[in-house]
């Protein structure tokens, strides 16, 4: 799951009411379609900083709570306001997420595709700019590790 720390950080996710929160604001259908029907609750995530220098994974987190409809898309004052969504058929869904730890090292972008092991995520292929993406239970594994090192 990435997020832009000037808008929503994992020290933010740190600080907040039981290091939980919900993650709102997703308006591409096909991560849409990830917290709707694929995210469950138990899953772990990695959480990624992108648009910084250097983006990096940065943290764990666990989904607490499994898809439900994203309340922000019905909300005009909300920055993630969609006037097409719909009560009844809505769009756009999200997850609850609660941070289970921040790695002592970020694992920098440069660093995952420098990692012949994490060669065919799906974060380092051409073209990919999706919020949320799906990693591999060995790709998970290989980023904690290398999270956990120094």
Known sequence: MKSEPEAFSIDDLATAKNQATYWDGVRNYQARNFLRDEIKTGDKVIF???????????????????????????????????????????????????????????????????????????????????????VTKEEFEEIVLSGDRR
């Open 48 to 134: 990624y900083h992108s648009n910084i220098e250097p983006p990096a994974a940065v943290g764990i987190c666990e989904v607490v709570k499994d898809g439900y409809p994203d309340f922000t898309a019905f909300d005009s004052g909300n920055i993630h306001f969609d006037p097409k969504s719909d009560f009844d058929k809505p769009t756009w869904y999200m997850v609850d997420i609660k941070l289970i730890r921040i790695f002592k090292h970020p694992v920098t972008l440069s660093e995952i595709r420098a990692n012949k092991k994490l060669a065919n995520m799906i974060l380092v292929q051409k073209g990919s700019r999706l919020s949320v993406m799906p």
